[in-house]
């Protein structure tokens, strides 16, 4: 007995249906049913992190002198400068140092808070001294040696900053475990995303790694923390100045990355 063609075509579209209904991967929900999870493309935020002790630093140094006479006030301003320079060449004589302020301006009187001003207006406007200042910035990996330096300095210079951080080149071999890190905690997300979903782990193929979310996918990285300020009156030269102490502390390297997920 020969069977009708359009009941043959109708017989195997059904099982073939029926067929795809069995093998297709599922997840089962909370109403009793399931949902199909074959061909999911799931978008998976990363992230990383290593930690490591600072090993570099960079301490700011300042000195500021008021004076009537402008010239009075740059020349002490110069010569303290020069004396603390030398202090910490010499004792630290790997130190980068570099200049990276110098300023003059004019000092005018204070106007009281008063309906009727004690100064006369056009006399506002005329200086009565200058204030003058230099900066000195130091950079040293000289870590252990750091209070002595900066005690030396301290005997004429104050100090306006201290930044604690990582060099550029431990930073570059840092960076090797910060992506090891970042993607390692992918790939351990994407295997909690596949428990969930009811797959197999080898179901997932990674079709897009975005590492720091160019693509806007994740957050931008929080700035860094600003540098701490000290300020610190510079003191002459002969009179004894005990030795500060520092601790340089850790920096957390972070790195986050979105993984574009499809499961098969």
């Known amino acids: 007995m020969r069977v009708p063609k359009i009941v043959l075509a109708t017989v195997l579209a059904a099982a073939f249906a029926g067929a795809q209904a069995q093998t297709a991967p599922t ?8 949902v199909a999870t074959g061909g999911t493309l799931v978008v998976v935020p990363a992230y990383g992190e290593v930690v490591h002790a600072n090993d570099e630093a960079t301490v700011t140094f300042s000195v500021e002198e008021q004076d ?3 010239a009075a006030a740059t020349a002490r301003v110069n010569q303290k400068m020069k004396q603390g320079t030398e202090l910490v ?9 570099k200049t990276v302020n110098y300023y003059t301006y004019p000092v005018y009187p204070e106007v009281p808070d008063s309906p009727r001003p004690l100064v006369k207006p056009e006399a506002r406007r005329i200086p009565i001294g200058w204030r003058v200042g230099q900066n000195l910035e130091v950079t040293t990996r000289s870590l252990d040696k750091l209070p002595q330096t900066v005690g030396a300095a301290q005997k004429v210079l104050g100090i306006a900053g201290i930044d604690y951080h990582l060099s550029q080149e431990l930073t570059r071999r840092l960076d090797d475990e910060r992506i090891a890190a970042t993607y390692r905690n992918l790939n351990e997300r994407v295997a909690s995303i596949a428990r969930a979903m009811g797959r197999n782990l080898g179901d997932a193929v990674i079709d897009t790694v975005d590492f720091e979310g160019s693509g806007n996918y994740g957050n931008q990285m929080p700035p860094p923390p600003p540098m701490a300020m000290m300020r610190a009156k510079s003191a002459d030269a002969s009179s004894e100045m005990p030795e500060p102490s520092f601790e340089p502390g850790e920096t957390r390297l972070e790195m986050r990355m979105v993984g574009k997920v499809k499961f098969r």
């Not at 997840?27 to 399931?34: D, I």
């Not at 060449?89 to 140092?97: E, H, N, S, T, V």
């Open 27 to 34: 997840v089962a929900t909370a109403q009793g049913g399931s």
């Open 68 to 70: 009537k006479d402008r």
């Open 89 to 97: 060449r010499r004792a630290d004589p790997q130190a980068k140092l």
